[in-house]
């Protein structure tokens, strides 16, 4: 069972920025691309953007293009995302996911983030 | 609003099948596998069907998945109890160099 771990719970204040980890097994990021989704409260799914396999390239949603940068540091085999300029509308549960065979096949338990005065 | 279309509910008693949509267009469902992911209450989603109707291992045989033309759906029969989530459907879309986009998810009650 491949697990991807993520990073503790979040507060933020409206304008700052956070960055959510999200561990991997040691061969992911080789061969699999890494993926981020967001819940917010009561709400559907909301994919944000990803990073592949090796080359590292990625692509983001148009929603939080601009204020995402998702990364990879294979020396600790760990996934980033970094966004910025919170606000309000940014809390919600912060999901990873290994990428393969076009479908999001492992993830992370979720990070929760709020952003708030 | 969600690229994606699928219907907010669905419900369905023990033992019953249930089928649910999930209606797309030619830049995603229509050139790319659907894929369908359940999502338990208070828990991460789990993929259920990858590549339009293909089972992960560990995914019972009660649940299928099909597509025509720009639309797929998600079949699961013998409902059970345990079966109460909502699902969501996923597909790359072709556009704006591609990107993944999802169903606004639907919510499967069993009476």
């Known amino acids: 069972q491949v697990q991807l771990v993520q990073s503790g719970a979040e507060v933020k204040k409206p304008g700052a920025s956070v960055k959510v980890s999200c561990k991997a097994p040691?061969?992911?990021?080789?061969?699999?691309?890494i993926t981020w989704v967001r819940q917010a409260p009561g709400q559907g799914l909301e994919w944000m953007g990803w990073?592949?396999?090796?080359?590292?390239?990625?692509n983001y949603a148009q929603q939080v293009q601009g204020r995402v940068t998702i990364t990879t540091d294979t020396t600790t085999n760990t996934a980033f995302m970094e966004l910025r300029r919170l606000t309000s509308e940014d809390t919600a549960i912060y999901y990873c996911?290994?990428?393969?065979?076009?479908?999001?096949?492992?993830w992370g338990q979720g990070t929760l983030l709020i952003v708030s005065s | 609003q969600s690229v994606l279309t699928q219907p907010p509910s669905a419900s369905g008693t023990p033992g019953q099948r249930v089928t649910i949509s999930c209606s797309g267009s030619?830049?995603?469902?229509?050139?790319?596998?659907v894929n369908w992911y359940q999502q338990l209450p208070g828990t991460a989603p789990r993929l259920l069907i990858y590549s339009d109707s293909q089972r992960p291992s560990g995914v019972p045989d009660r649940f299928s998945g099909s597509k025509s033309g720009t639309s797929g759906s998600l079949a699961i029969r013998g409902l059970q109890s345990e079966d109460e989530a909502v699902y969501y459907c996923?597909?790359?879309?072709?556009?704006?160099?591609?990107?993944?986009?999802f169903g606004g998810g639907t919510k499967l009650t069993v009476l």
């Open positions: 040691g061969d992911t990021f080789a061969s699999y691309g």
């Open positions: 996911a290994r990428v393969a065979q076009d479908s999001f096949d492992y």
């Open positions: 030619n830049s995603n469902i229509g050139s790319n596998p």
């Open positions: 990073i592949g396999a090796s080359s590292g390239t990625t």
């Open positions: 996923a597909a790359w879309d072709d556009r704006l160099n591609g990107i993944w986009v």
